[in-house]
Structures are given as structure tokens and as C-alpha cells.
């Protein structure tokens, strides 16, 4: 074989293992030192030795076990050094004896999901969990989890370190919790991947790939959990949610990238395989008898995708599941959403008043879809001027350009 | 592993108890107590008198400030604390979450700084 065909061989058989193993290496190392950081550097040491050595000696059998073994001695040699300093040797052996003692040959076991429960630790600031959960299970890099989440690259990594920090020298444990800690706890989990996909959905053109890639990978991390707890329904809600929310990312736009609206989308652009995967886990999870929130949220989602069959969505059902969503979870989203179903069969006065007041929750003053929602409604109930200085506001708040560009289209459709 | 319980809680919540109310608590803090000498977590444990007796000392430019009251003016106190020794952080948050003092002021839990191995 000759050395560039051998390099391109290697660099692919590394890559290959990326994708597939990174997030387990990582778990596997870190989990049993507490070292994220550690188990990180570790492993991005033993892929740059696998892309000088692989070329020259052809790729091992079993790339994965190599990668850990390599990995493996990195991490005890870095240990060592330390140890002058902050380590009793009693301890380095320790280290060192725990992470030989899983067999290389064979499969590795995958401890991701202890490694995403420390990740979204409610000890950990809840802003950084989400970003932890992308960096840890899929090494994302600092720059672009920080470009997703509209902060800068210096200031992600820092507090990226800081949760790193505060998971080691706490001893955050990586460990599935307990059967009755489990639901809170892996609500936490589940709503920092829904973070990560609200993240990437922000950009519904997908004219931004790292944004897109985030919705995919959010929902690649929702797969996994809902895989690894079968028998967790909101597991399996927050999956058949987030299928339903990309079923429809093609009908989101026009060719021109303008907006448009749910009620407006071609349905037939919907992605069906996705609608049908969404239904199918819906359902399973609905088998195993606990509602939550993000069941609720895929059912309401289900029942607009009912217009596929029927050419109409199911409001009288969106409004009992908004009652429900409202009783378990009540925001100022759910109750907007519930208003805008409430005018869609009882009229727009009916909906206006179903609205929340800024009177009850200031928030809303400056609450964009608030005020987009209260504009559609008042347009439909004739109030023009109030309805005007609502778009007004509406556009000042969004920051999506299409979004805005939609809603002056509706402005100035009002009639004077 | 470690961890320091720092009890902050507003002292006049006690001083305003009724006698009864009084000996209750302290008898919560006696089960609670026995709890961690039962299972084997207990390093420590002390009740601070109230911040009234608090003296804060300072060495500034190489004199002795010594100033009444504590160092911290705050609605809550520090006004005690426990010692424990458990496998890990969800082990100490789920004692700190047991100890009568986070129900009615709140449980401060930082891991101890293990100097030994220096």
C-alpha cells in the first residue's frame, strides 16, 4: 500500500471511530476518574498517534480498543506527573489499576449515560449543561457550541473548565440515578437536549450548518437515551417531539426563505417517515401509563399533524392537551399556545381572552411570540390600531429576519 | 471523600420559638446526628453561638484590626455545621437535604480540600 493511500485509509478508519466510539471513550475514562478534561485530552492525544501510526502499520483490528489502550496510558502517565504534586501514589494506582481493568478486546461498555446525568447535574449551572452534555458525549468543540448558543468561544471554554472542575473536585457522580431520584433527574437530562435543539432550531432555514447540525445531533443524543431507558416514557416523548418539530424543517420556509407559518405549511412537504417514527415511540410511551411534559408537547404536535390525513388539524384535541400541558407545566408559552387553539374554534375574542395579561406577568412586555399572537388576534377581531402597535412591538422583539419579514407583510396587509 | 454542611439560617426564627418549639428542633438535630454516626458518615459537628458574640480579626499592614460582629452582615447566619464522609456529591446533597436546618434556612455543601496528599 502506498503512504498516501495508507493516510487516507487511516484518516477514515479514525473518523469512523470518532463518530461511532468518541462519546463512549470519553465516558469510559472519565467515568472513572471524574476527569472529563482529563479523559478528553486523553483521547484527542491517542486519535493524533492513531493518524501517525495507523498509515504505517495499517488500521488494528479493532480500532476502539486500540484507541482506549492508547488513551488509557496517556491518562495514568498524566496522572503521575501530577502526582508530585497533588497525588498520593496510593492514589495513582488506584486510577491506574481502575482503568486497566476493563478488558480492551472486547466490547466496551457504554457508560454515556452516567456521563450525561453528571453532565446535566442539577449542581451544575443550568445554563452549562446542555453545552456539557454536546462536548462531552459528541466533542463539540468550545467555538462552535458557543456560535450555537450566541456567546463568544473564550467565554464558553471558560465555563465549559469551570463545570469540569466543579464535577471533579465535588465527585459528581456518573452514575445512573436511583429509580426514585430517576425521573427529576433525567428530566434534567432530557431538558438539556431539548436546549440543544432549541438552539439549533432557531435557524429554520438551515442557512446556518452549525445550528443545523445541532438540531440533528440533539436529536441523535434524544435517540440514544430513549434507547438506553426503553421504559422512560418522556425519553421517548422528547424523541417523538423533537421528530415531529424536523418533520416539518422543509415546509418551514419558502424557496425565497420567507416564514411560514404552521397553519400555511404544505403538508405534503413533512417529512412522513419521521411523523410515522414520532407516532410510533408517542405511543409506545403512552403504553407505559405516566403523562409528563414532553409527551404532552409530542401529542399536541401529533394532533397538527393530523391535517396529513384529514386536511385539518384536531383542535378541539390540541385544546385538552394545551389544559393538561398547562396543569403540569404552566409557562407563559404554554398558555400563548393554548390562546392561539382557543381562537381557532371559538373565535379570536374568545382567544384574546384566553391570552395572558402583562398585568399578571411582566415578562411578557417584552416576550415576542406574546405580542406576535396578540397582533394575529386582534387583526381577526378587527381592532386594526391595536392591532398595528402590536406587530410594532412584535417585529422590534424578533431576531429571526424572516420572522420579522413576515410580520411587517402582515402589518401592512391592515387596512388603514 | 468529604464534605463541609455550613447551616446558614436567620437566628431570630429560633429565639422567636416557644420553649416546646425550641426543644423540638434541638431533638431533630439529635435524630438527625444519629443518623450520621449510624451510618457511618459523622466526621464532625458543631453549633455556633449567635452572631452577637462574632469577633472579626484582620492584619492589615501588620496591625491587629479586631472589629465586633461577624464577617459577613447577612440576613442568615452561619450557625453550625457538620463534617461528613460519603462516596459522593449526590450522597452529601441527599444529607443536606435531610438536616432540619435546610427547612428552615438553607445547607451550604462544599467538599473538603484534601491536603494530605499535597
Known amino acids: 500500500m502506498n503512504p498516501i493511500e495508507g493516510g487516507e485509509q487511516a484518516q477514515c478508519a479514525a473518523d469512523a471511530v470518532a463518530r461511532q466510539s468518541y462519546g463512549k471513550l470519553v465516558a469510559f475514562l472519565a467515568s472513572r476518574t471524574h476527569d472529563v478534561a482529563a479523559a478528553e485530552d486523553a483521547l484527542s492525544e491517542a486519535f493524533a498517534a492513531a493518524l501517525s501510526e495507523w498509515p504505517r502499520n495499517g488500521c488494528p483490528a479493532n480500532p476502539e480498543g486500540w484507541l482506549l489502550t492508547v488513551a488509557r496510558r496517556k491518562m495514568i502517565d498524566v496522572f503521575r506527573g501530577q502526582s508530585r504534586r497533588q497525588m498520593v501514589s496510593v492514589e495513582i494506582q488506584s486510577i491506574a489499576d481502575v482503568l486497566a481493568a476493563a478488558p480492551t478486546d472486547t466490547e466496551i461498555p457504554d457508560e454515556r449515560l452516567a456521563m450525561m446525568f453528571a453532565c446535566a447535574h442539577p449542581a451544575l449551572d443550568p445554563a452549562i449543561r446542555a453545552p456539557m452534555i454536546l462536548q462531552a458525549v459528541l466533542g463539540l468543540d468550545a467555538a462552535r457550541i458557543a456560535s450555537a448558543f450566541l456567546t463568544s468561544p473564550a467565554a464558553m471554554g471558560k465555563r465549559l473548565v469551570r463545570a469540569k472542575v466543579k464535577i471533579r473536585q465535588t465527585a459528581i457522580p456518573f452514575r445512573v440515578p436511583a429509580r426514585e431520584e430517576l425521573p427529576a433527574r433525567l428530566d434534567v437530562v432530557l431538558q438539556a437536549i431539548y436546549a440543544a435543539f432549541s438552539e439549533g432550531w432557531t435557524d429554520p432555514g438551515g442557512a446556518d450548518a452549525v445550528r443545523r447540525d445541532l438540531a440533528e445531533e440533539a436529536i441523535y443524543l434524544a435517540r440514544l437515551v430513549s434507547e438506553l431507558l426503553p421504559s422512560e416514557p418522556e425519553a421517548l416523548g422528547l424523541l417523538a417531539l423533537l421528530l415531529h418539530a424536523e418533520s416539518r424543517r422543509r415546509a418551514r420556509r419558502s424557496l425565497t426563505g420567507d416564514f411560514i407559518p404552521l397553519a400555511q405549511q404544505d403538508a405534503s412537504l413533512w417529512n412522513k417517515n419521521q411523523i410515522d417514527e414520532a407516532e410510533s415511540l408517542l405511543h409506545r410511551a403512552s403504553s407505559l401509563g405516566v403523562i409528563g411534559r414532553f409527551q404532552l408537547e409530542a401529542a399536541i404536535q401529533s394532533a397538527h399533524a393530523h391535517r396529513c390525513r384529514t386536511g385539518r388539524p384536531n383542535w378541539p384535541f390540541i385544546i385538552q392537551l394545551y389544559d393538561a400541558l398547562f396543569a403540569l407545566a404552566a409557562s407563559p408559552v404554554v398558555a400563548i399556545n393554548r390562546a392561539i387553539a382557543i381562537a381557532e374554534l371559538h373565535g379570536p375574542v374568545a382567544g384574546l381572552d384566553a391570552l395572558p395579561s402583562i398585568e399578571a406577568d411582566s415578562r411578557l412586555a417584552q416576550y415576542q411570540p406574546y405580542w406576535a399572537a396578540r397582533a394575529e388576534l386582534l387583526t381577526r377581531s378587527g381592532a386594526f390600531t391595536h392591532a398595528r402597535h402590536a406587530y410594532e412591538i412584535a417585529i422590534g422583539l424578533e431576531r429571526d429576519e424572516a420572522v420579522r419579514r413576515f410580520l411587517e407583510t402582515r402589518r401592512s396587509a391592515l387596512p388603514a | ?118
Open chain 2, 1 to 118: 471523600m468529604q464534605y463541609l454542611l455550613l447551616l446558614h439560617a436567620n437566628e431570630s426564627g429560633f429565639t422567636n420559638m416557644t420553649p416546646e418549639q425550641q426543644q423540638q428542633g434541638m431533638a431533630a438535630y439529635m435524630a438527625y446526628s444519629q443518623a450520621l454516626v449510624e451510618a457511618g458518615a459523622m466526621k464532625g459537628s458543631n453549633r455556633l453561638r449567635p452572631v452577637a458574640t462574632a469577633t472579626t480579626v484582620r492584619v492589615v499592614d501588620g496591625k491587629t484590626q479586631v472589629l465586633d460582629g461577624p464577617f459577613a452582615d447577612s440576613k442568615e447566619q452561619l450557625g453550625g455545621y457538620f463534617l461528613i464522609d460519603v462516596p459522593d456529591l449526590d450522597a452529601a446533597l441527599a444529607w443536606a437535604a435531610r438536616c432540619p436546618g435546610a427547612s428552615h434556612g438553607a445547607v451550604e455543601v462544599r467538599p473538603i480540600w484534601d491536603m494530605s496528599a499535597a
